[in-house]
């Protein structure tokens, strides 16, 4: 069984930074793709980030730029490193392994002065 486990979450002002992180349990972590997903209020969930089991990185417009996505296969966790954070940042955040579906019970992100 999989379990994804979330932490790092909490409220910021505008411009400060965060990091989040997420233990994975189980055997699938190394070879598998894992990312970042979030959803605000009212809004369906969208992609944040994704590292390949080779470390390479693909992040969404609005986060490219400003967050950086990792990984330690020695820990099995994944990290989001959140910068210059914004109010529309607001949301709560999932750890994923999109490729069989698994998520995590998420960590909530506020953005406010």
């Known amino acids: 069984q999989v379990q994804l486990v979330e932490s790092g979450g909490g409220l910021v002002q505008p411009g400060g930074s965060l990091r989040l992180s997420c233990v994975a349990s189980g055997s699938i972590f190394s070879r598998n793709t894992m990312g970042w997903y979030r959803q605000a209020p009212g809004k369906q969930r969208e992609f944040v980030a994704t590292?390949?089991?080779?470390?390479?990185?693909y992040y969404s417009p609005s986060a490219k730029g400003r967050f950086t996505i990792s990984r330690d296969n020695t820990k099995n966790t994944l990290y989001l490193q959140m910068n210059s954070l914004k109010p529309e940042d607001t949301a709560v955040y999932y750890c994923?392994?999109?490729?069989?579906?698994?998520w995590g019970q998420g960590t909530q992100v506020t953005v406010s002065s």
């Open positions: 994923s392994v999109p490729g069989p579906g698994y």
């Open positions: 590292i390949n089991s080779a470390g390479n990185t």
